[in-house]
């Protein structure tokens, strides 16, 4: 089992430019989230898909938007990069089971704005 | 909104010295609370999942336990390979699955 997996793993990107980071989850897994995390701090949920629907978003702007297709893969796109977009985004896989769910991570996509 | 807040923030560990993290947590209600594993630019991973206070759960020289405001990760007779930062976080009954992570404990473990 590969787990989740992340591509690319680092990325330099100009300021005002668009960005599209992609996410295979866990084999057997239905749910991708996306969290974005500062250094020195946890992790920021951004949304969550599944059943290629955005089911729940955290306090991010529209410029952040994702997709995820019948594979159950997914992706995040960052529009107008700002200085302050620069983060590791980490994609998350679980279950849409009943009860609470572990949430496997990606190694992450490192994102430098210059 | 759910907050979970971790303390210390950072903490200086000899090898073999014991010590506890702490997480203190909010939540309308829990449907279960998290540790993770982060070192340095890789991706979290799962450590325990705690559901209810009371609860314990142990894996090498981990122990996470679990009350209704706050969880503690015990490291027993640390190793410098236990030095990561450990993160806490909480999932709702009505978060659809979403975490709410704390800052973090850095730990450095001193051989």
């Known amino acids: 089992d590969a787990g989740v997996t992340q591509s690319p793993t680092h990325l330099i990107k100009t300021r005002g430019q668009q960005v599209t980071l992609r996410c295979s989850p866990k084999?057997?897994?239905?749910?991708v989230s996306w969290y974005q995390q500062a250094l020195g701090q946890g992790p920021q949920f951004i949304f969550q898909?599944?059943?290629?629907?955005?089911?729940q978003r955290g306090n991010f702007p529209d410029r952040f938007s994702g997709h995820q297709f019948p594979n159950y893969s997914s992706e995040l796109n960052v529009n107008a990069l700002l200085l302050g977009d620069s983060a590791l985004y980490l994609c998350?896989?679980?279950?849409?089971?009943?009860?609470?769910?572990?949430?496997?991570f990606g190694q992450g996509t490192r994102l430098t704005v210059v | 909104e759910d907050q979970v807040t971790q303390s210390p923030e950072a903490l200086r560990l000899q090898e073999g010295e014991s010590s506890s993290l702490n997480c203190s947590y909010t939540v309308s209600g829990l449907r279960g609370l998290f540790w993770y594993r982060q070192d340095p630019g890789k991706g979290p991973e799962f450590l325990f999942t705690?559901?209810?206070a009371g609860e314990e759960k142990e894996k090498e020289r981990l122990k996470a336990t679990l009350t209704k405001k706050e969880s503690f990760l015990h490291i027993t007779a640390p190793k410098p390979e236990d030095s990561a930062t450990y993160l806490c976080a909480v999932q709702a009954t009505l978060g659809n699955n979403r975490l709410a992570f704390g800052k973090g404990n850095q730990v450095v473990v001193i051989p």
């Open positions: 084999s057997g897994h239905d749910t």
């Open positions: 898909y599944y059943e290629e629907e955005e089911r």
């Open positions: 998350a896989s679980s279950l849409a089971a009943g009860g609470a769910t572990e949430a496997f």
């Open positions: 705690l559901y209810s």
